[in-house]
C-alpha cells in the first residue's frame, strides 16, 4: 500500500514540475487541492457535508485528495461521503466559483 501511494505521489509531482512555469490562465495548468473535510462536521460542530462540497466546488481542482471521509458510519447519518460529495459536485456550482475551469469527473472513473 506504502509502494502504491509513493507512486501516486512520485506521479503528481511529476506532473506538477511539468506545469511548474505555466500562468494561471494557461490552459495547461493543474490545480490540485488536498482537503480534510473532518467526517464533515463544520465549525459549529455540526455534520454539515455541504460545506465541504461547496468549498471543492469553489475551488474547482483538477485533482482533490480527500482526507477523514466516511462511509456507512452510523454518526454520520449511515452516507457514503464520497458519493454525496461527487453528487453535490455533479448538482451544480455555488456563487463565487470560477466558471472557466472544468467540473470534477466522477471519482467512480
Same mark, same amino acid.
Given at each position: 500500500?506504502?509502494?502504491h501511494?509513493? &507512486?501516486?505521489?512520485?506521479?503528481c509531482?511529476?506532473?506538477?514540475?511539468?506545469?511548474?512555469?505555466?500562468r494561471?490562465?494557461?490552459?495547461?495548468?493543474v490545480?490540485?487541492?488536498?482537503?480534510?473535510?473532518?467526517?464533515?462536521?463544520?465549525?459549529? #460542530?455540526?455534520? #454539515?457535508?455541504?460545506?465541504?462540497?461547496?468549498?471543492?466546488?469553489?475551488?474547482q481542482?483538477? &485533482?482533490v485528495?480527500?482526507?477523514?471521509?466516511?462511509? #456507512?458510519?452510523?454518526y454520520y447519518?449511515?452516507?457514503?461521503?464520497?458519493?454525496k460529495?461527487a453528487?453535490?459536485?455533479?448538482a451544480?456550482k455555488?456563487?463565487?466559483?470560477?466558471?472557466?475551469?472544468r467540473?470534477l469527473?466522477?471519482?467512480?472513473?
Open positions: 500500500m506504502r509502494a501511494l509513493s &507512486l501516486v505521489f512520485v506521479a509531482a511529476a506532473m506538477l514540475a511539468a506545469h511548474a512555469g505555466a494561471a490562465d494557461d490552459a495547461s495548468t490545480t490540485v487541492m488536498t482537503f480534510n473535510i473532518q467526517h464533515g462536521i463544520d465549525g459549529s #460542530n455540526k455534520y #454539515n457535508l455541504q460545506r465541504a462540497i461547496d468549498t471543492i466546488a469553489k475551488v481542482p483538477d &485533482l485528495g480527500l482526507q477523514e471521509v466516511t462511509r #456507512n458510519h452510523p447519518n449511515c452516507d457514503d461521503q464520497p458519493a460529495i453528487e453535490g459536485l455533479k451544480g455555488p456563487k463565487g466559483s470560477r466558471s472557466s475551469r467540473r469527473s466522477d471519482p467512480a472513473r
